[in-house]
């Protein structure tokens, strides 16, 4: 498989980040990278689509450039899915909440009891996901009000399923005020 490795940033890239981007060559010999700066993030993230769209790829990897993701994580290919996010958490203050969610009539919850590898979703977040040639063939673009969730619920009324894979552990780097 053929994967194209976008990175969308507005300035920095976190060096844990770029050492994973340096060792691919030891791991991968079938992935590019591509750096994409640009503001507003939903345009960045429209950009990489089209470059993608228009590439010789299978797979898309979109990693935010505040992510430390593990060596392994392009093996994430392997699960034969069209839409894919990496296991990540994020802090709303007050506790910690992991990215894999589910719709509860109007509002999305932290999926409970995931299990050890491939969870289906009703949605996931864009910091570390994976695409198909065909998810972005058919749901090319994402939209200006609250592109991760958005972009899922477009995916499943499509027919794709959204998985969140919990192999494959992201850290998510964040500045706290003192």
């Given amino acids: 498989m053929n994967i194209l490795i976008a990175i969308p940033h507005i300035w920095n890239i976190r060096a844990e980040l770029t050492e994973f981007l340096l060792t691919l060559n030891n791991y991968w010999h079938e992935a590019k ?3 994409s700066w ?3 993030i939903t345009a960045n993230r ?3 689509l089209k470059t993608f769209k228009e590439s010789w790829f299978d797979y898309l990897l979109m990693i935010d450039s505040d992510i430390q993701p593990p060596k392994n994580l392009l093996e994430m290919v392997n699960n034969d ?4 996010s990496a296991n990540i958490h994020t802090n ?8 894999a969610l589910e719709k509860v009539e109007w509002w999305y919850r932290t999926k409970q009891n995931l299990k050890e590898w491939l969870n289906k979703v009703d949605a996931t ?3 570390c996901l994976l695409l198909s040639k065909k998810a972005i063939s058919d749901i090319w673009e994402f939209k200006w ?3 991760d969730f958005n972009y899922c ?3 499943r009324k499509k027919w794709y399923n959204v998985y969140y894979d919990t192999r494959y552990k992201c850290k998510h780097f964040q500045i706290y005020p003192l």
């Fill in 33 to 35: 990278i591509l750096l």
């Fill in 38 to 40: 640009g503001r507003p």
């Fill in 46 to 48: 429209n950009k990489i």
């Fill in 81 to 84: 899915v069209d839409i894919c």
């Fill in 92 to 99: 709303n203050w007050a506790e910690i909440i992991k990215l």
């Fill in 125 to 127: 977040w864009t910091g």
């Fill in 145 to 147: 009000d609250d592109e």
């Fill in 153 to 155: 619920e477009r995916a």
